[in-house]
């Protein structure tokens, strides 16, 4: 079955850590990954996003994201967090090539500590 | 400013009030869909639509209704609505047949009484 598993629910940091966010993915074919990112009270919004290429993704405010097809992973990452990173993260895959439904993991809950 | 708006941000109802919840988009979006947003389970699709009059069942359509009458609508109605429906709702819209990047209206909070 499709799915997507987000491996910490949820993730206490103070400010100046590194985060990883782990993401792995069940999907037959090539797949489309997405993370978004929703802070509180907010609604959802695109952090980044891969198609193909460079397996390093870079998206906004200082995040990125690697693609490893191999482990099917696609972990969030950033160097040093700020508090304004509160907020809970998805990650989502879809199936590549036409309409394919876009499925969310579970998401993980940020805090960040100043 | 491009947007998704939903309507009502917050509602109380009861048990069997019908009740709908507009979403407008203003990007010309051929694609539009409704999720539930649920603790621990993420974001679960009710139902989507590909362009206007072409609508499908997603994950969890039981106990919801949608309509594409004009392309820049999508309401979502709950006929009768029970307490498993307490809910976030978020509606969203897209490009390209629902392949491009999702764009995400600001939620409605459902609590069903």
Same mark, same amino acid.
């Given at each position: ?114 | ?14 048990? =069997?009030? !019908? ?6 988009? @203003? ?5 539009? &869909? ?28 039981? =106990?919801? !209704? ?6 820049? @609508? ?5 006929? &009768? ?33």
């Amino acid at each position: 079955a499709q799915s997507v598993s987000q491996h910490n629910h949820h993730v206490i940091l103070s400010e100046a850590a590194s985060l990883e966010l782990g993401c792995n993915y069940s999907y037959g074919g090539t797949v489309n990954l997405f993370w978004y990112v929703q802070y509180p009270g907010q609604h959802l919004q695109l952090l980044l996003k891969y198609f193909s290429g460079d397996p390093l993704v870079k998206g906004i405010k200082g995040f990125e994201a690697e693609f490893i097809k191999s482990k099917f992973s696609f972990n969030l990452r950033k160097p040093s967090v700020q508090w304004s990173d509160t907020a809970e993260y998805f990650c989502a895959v879809r199936g590549a090539g036409g309409y394919n439904k876009l499925i969310f993991g579970a998401g993980t809950r940020l805090a960040v500590h100043p | 400013e491009a947007q998704v708006t939903q309507n009502p941000r917050y509602l109380i109802t009861v048990t =069997g009030k !019908k009740l709908t919840v507009t979403c407008s988009q @203003n990007m010309n979006h051929e694609y539009m &869909s409704w999720y539930r947003q649920d603790p621990g389970l993420g974001l679960r699709q009710i139902y989507y639509s590909m362009n206007v009059e072409v609508t499908d069942k997603g994950d969890v359509p039981e =106990g919801y !209704k949608v309509s594409r009458k004009e392309k820049r @609508n999508f309401p979502l109605i709950l006929e &009768s609505p029970s307490p498993n429906q307490t809910s976030l709702y978020f509606c969203a819209s897209s490009t390209t047949g629902g392949t491009g990047e999702l764009f995400f209206g600001e939620g409605s909070r459902l609590t069903v009484l």
